[in-house]
């Protein structure tokens, strides 16, 4: 921030050391006299340099973070492949859509998959069928469900070999039999299954043609008879049974998984859980219309609030008088008749002037910078603290690459752009003034025809305001989807490229989809930049006509100097009200990313008791429910109804329960994850 800081100083101050340099060269050490034409031409020249000086470290920042950018892509492209985890991989698309994955829909296969998966009694119970549309990472669906649908994507794919790493592990016993049954030992009968699991149930079936056991990576036993198999599934399962991996399940002797009881009661508590779950995806907020007053209030708070905004507009005041005097000082000097004999204190006086406008610059520049630092950090630790406090239910109905975009985009915007957009404003707004009023003491009642020019300008500012100000936003939101698409697809690059290379493009073109549609913005805001832009400066010759008029009509009464010296500064006020607008329109636009981090800043909290309890001192560890009830949405059943128990401390204890009996949802509330509905929990 302040390396920043110190390279605009440098870019504004030096036109000023080159003017002083070359003034101090032509006079002092040539003893050549200054004239008005020589003046006032040499300063129209040295402004003009301002802007390519001012673009010269941007374009020189702009390749180098190129160059790393392209480092970056090449290293990441050319990393070793890392093994992932065996979870289920659900994309943020309707149930059908994850099961297709790309393929064409063939209403009859299509039953028959979903129907030998066991997902048929789960879309009955959604809200739209197979066509609810799934979170992000799957989140409103449990561990089974999950586990199910990415079975049915594997056998909708109708590969010939198909490898399943553990696909029942999460899946409760009574649809383990049913999906061995109907699903790998009837739908998949043709195919070439390798199965990996510990699982005694399964490895003990009949239809494994081939059992392979493994110990740390080497082999330790083949078998191909049934009777060999069965036998090795006893040994197996007791051997993860005395270690505590094997799986939840309630078996006879006789090798029925449940009791006829529990699959009648599955149907009912998958209806509880799939009522508590169902969550919808929130649609992103985007503001309409000009930026809230709010907003600016809230920035320039904390920016530091008005001793920031009184020092900065003194600071710019000062620095403008030295301008304008250092100017007038040179058109005394022109018109001076021993300007030769004293140009070492002409040139003094001038280069007096010059240093301190220097040092305003260097104030102005510093106090910015500043400020600007200590609103990153302000606004930075409220987002933290406010997103950190929120609620889980936040998380739920917010993809995280919203997040991640307020933490990436919008603060890489306060931190860097936003404090020398309102630096640049408040140096063109002092610099038009200054030049106006120079102009219009020159030209006199001249100026009265100012005021429809400045019209026009406020007119023309407004009509591209909004335009510009709407697609910055939607160039804000259009960017979220790219992160969440980045995030979603990190977890299954092994299973997209499993599938072959049809679906490797798949998804390149789906996140090319995004890309594209967030460049759309851009460009769209990039062409309605250059169409104010060119609107700006065919009106700003407006200005120098009226003046130019102004000084031919006063010409008997003026002095080459004061002629120079209008002339210059009308040439300056016009680059300088482009600016102006240019600036004030990037300021607005830029004001959009501390209005998305506001958004984010007073989120509903948790419990407010949560903080008085957070200090308390655990004892013995003991846990206490209370005639817990809880459910995930105020609209949704309870999925704890009058949870009431007591665990002492140090007790070793198991939920076990069917798919989706509540076994999340009771670790969800013993970390608060969300509130109770009624109940206590002591611990």
Known sequence: ?????????????????????????????????LTASKVFTSLALFRLLQ???????????????????????????????????????????????????????????????????G?????????????????????????????????????????????????????????????????????????????????????????VNRLIELDEGSMEHSHVSPSDASTMAC??????????????????????????????????????????????????????????????????????????????????????AFQIASDVWLGQWTASSDAADNSTWYMGVYAAFCFSSVVMVLCRTVTIAASGLKASRVLFDKLTTSLLGTTMSFYDANPIGRVVNRYAQDIASIDTRLPYSYGGLTAMFFAVIGSLLTSLVVVRWFGLLFVP??????????????????????????????????????????????????????????HAHHVNLNHQMWYAKVAVDMWFETCIQLQGTAIVMIVATGLVFFRSALSAGLVGLAFNYVLMADACIVDLVKTYSYLEVGMVSPERVLQYCDLEPEDPDAKAQAGMTLTD??????????RYKPTSEMVLRDLTCNIAGGEKIGIVGRTGAGKSSLTMVLFRMYPLVSGSIHI
Request: aromatic fraction near 8%; charge should be neutral.
């Open 453 to 510: 020019i400045m019209i026009l300008y406020i007119r023309l500012s407004k009509m591209y305001l909004r335009p510009s100000r709407e697609l910055s936003r939607l160039k804000n939101i259009t960017n979220s989807p790219v992160l969440t698409f980045l995030d979603e697809i990190e977890h299954g690059f092994s299973l997209i490229r499993a599938f072959g290379a049809k679906h490797v493009q798949q998804a390149v073109e789906r």
């Open 119 to 207: 997902l048929l009694p789960d879309f009955a119970l959604m809200a739209f069928g197979d066509l609810t549309e799934v979170g992000s990472k799957g989140r409103n669906l449990s561990g089974g469900q999950k586990a199910r649908i990415s079975l049915a994507r594997a056998c909708y794919s109708d590969a010939d070999i198909v490898i399943l790493d553990a696909p029942l592990a999460a899946i409760d016993a009574v649809v383990q039999k049913e999906i061995m049954s109907k699903c790998v030992e009837t739908l998949l009968k043709s195919k070439t299954v390798i199965l990996v699991t510990h699982n005694g149930d399964i490895i003990g079936s009949p239809s």
């Open 1 to 33: 921030m302040f390396s920043g800081a110190i390279s605009i100083f440098y870019l504004w101050a030096a036109p000023l050391f080159v003017s002083m340099a070359s003034f101090a060269t032509f006079t002092v050490v040539l003893g050549l006299p």
């Open 235 to 320: 040994e197996s399962a007791s051997a993860h049974a005395s270690h505590g991996d094997g799986p939840e399940r309630s078996r006879s002797r006789t090798g029925s998984f449940v009791s006829p009881r529990v699959m009648e009661s599955r149907t009912k508590w998958t209806q509880h859980f799939e009522l508590a779950m169902a969550e919808e995806t929130t649609d992103e907020v985007r503001e309409e219309g000009e930026v809230d007053t709010s907003v600016y209030t809230s920035f320039i708070a904390a920016c530091g609030g008005t001793p920031t905004v009184v020092a900065i507009c003194i600071i710019q005041t000062l620095w403008q």
């Open 51 to 117: 802007e390519p000086m001012r673009d010269i470290p941007d374009n020189i920042t702009a390749v180098v973070e190129a160059r790393v950018s392209l480092g970056r892509i090449q290293s990441f492209l050319t990393q070793a492949d890392q093994p992932t985890r065996p979870e289920p991989w659900i994309q943020q698309m309707s149930v059908r859509d994850n099961i297709l994955f790309g393929s064409p829909f063939d209403s009859r296969k299509y039953m028959r998959v979903v129907e030998a998966c």
């Open 621 to 630: 560890g003991a846990i206490s429910f209370k005639q817990v009830q809880f």
